[in-house]
């Protein structure tokens, strides 16, 4: 059975710093791109970023140098550190495992920036 459990969210202030976890369990971990997304109720689904099996990272524009990505496979984790959040980045954020053909998500976890 295919796993993949996020961690990490909750409630920051502006300006504040959060890092989020996903566990995956049930794959060849790494063989996977792993990647986050979010989801608010206004918005649906878009792509934060990702990283491939062979390291190589991307970031949608709006992340602006303020999140990091990285993956530890010892540990079948992916990682999303966000710093400098600010009220736009509150959303349901998930984790995703894709190669081809396959692709898997975790149930998400809320991060909500506010004062």
């Known amino acids: 059975q295919v796993q993949l459990v996020e961690a990490g969210g909750g409630l920051v202030q502006p300006g504040g710093t959060l890092t989020l976890s996903c566990v995956v369990t049930?794959?060849?971990?790494?063989?996977?791109?792993m990647s986050w997304f979010r989801q608010t109720a206004a918005k649906s689904r878009e792509f934060v970023a990702y990283?491939?099996?062979?390291?190589?990272?991307k970031y949608e524009d709006f992340v602006q140098d303020r999140f990091t990505i990285s993956r530890e496979n010892a540990k079948s984790t992916v990682y999303l550190r966000m710093e400098s959040l600010n009220v736009e980045d509150t959303a349901v954020y998930y984790c995703?495992?894709?190669?081809?053909?396959?692709?898997?998500w975790g149930q998400g976890t809320q991060v909500t920036v506010s004062l």
């Open positions: 995703n495992a894709r190669k081809v053909r396959e692709e898997y």
């Open positions: 049930g794959i060849d971990f790494n063989s996977y791109t």
């Open positions: 990283i491939t099996s062979g390291g190589r990272i």
